[in-house]
Nanobody, 126 residues
Framework: QVQLVESGGGSVQSGGSLTLSCVASRYTSGAYCMGWFRQSPGQEREGVAAIDNGSASYDESVEGRFTISQDNAKRTLYLHLNNLKPEDTAMYYC?????????????????????WGQGTQVTVQD
């Protein structure tokens, strides 16, 4: 079992920045890969960014604006959000799961394969 707790969400103006954090209850390195997902009202949950042994992957909608990083010593996953747009408004979730599912974002289709946090809300105002 892994408990995940996200923080850092908030309301910002378009073009602003935020940093999200996700603290895991135990070390996940070597056992799971970690990623960030988001869900807007009425929309399906989608993958945003994932990290696998230091190698990052991003959805094309955030490429160049968001950066995922991980501090294993602190059991913490980060997502740095820059140049935010109104369409980035969503609940952001941290997840841990099999690397093949997290890295391809297919974990959203099989959510029971992984562990999820409760989410942190990001709102971007025009």
């Amino acid at each position: 079992q892994v408990q995940l707790v996200e923080s850092g969400g908030g309301s910002v103006q378009s073009g602003g920045s935020l940093t999200l954090s996700c603290v895991a209850s135990r070390y996940t390195s070597g056992a799971y890969c970690m990623g960030w997902f988001r869900q807007s009202p009425g929309q399906e949950r989608e993958g945003v960014a994932a990290i696998d042994n230091g190698s990052a992957s991003y959805d094309e909608s955030v490429e160049g604006r968001f950066t995922i990083s991980q501090d294993n010593a602190k059991r913490t996953l980060y997502l740095h959000l820059n140049n935010l747009k109104p369409e980035d408004t969503a609940m952001y979730y941290c997840a841990a799961g099999p690397c093949w599912a997290v890295a391809t974002f297919s974990l959203v289709r099989s959510p029971n394969l992984g562990y999820w946090g409760q989410g942190t809300q990001v709102t971007v105002q025009d």
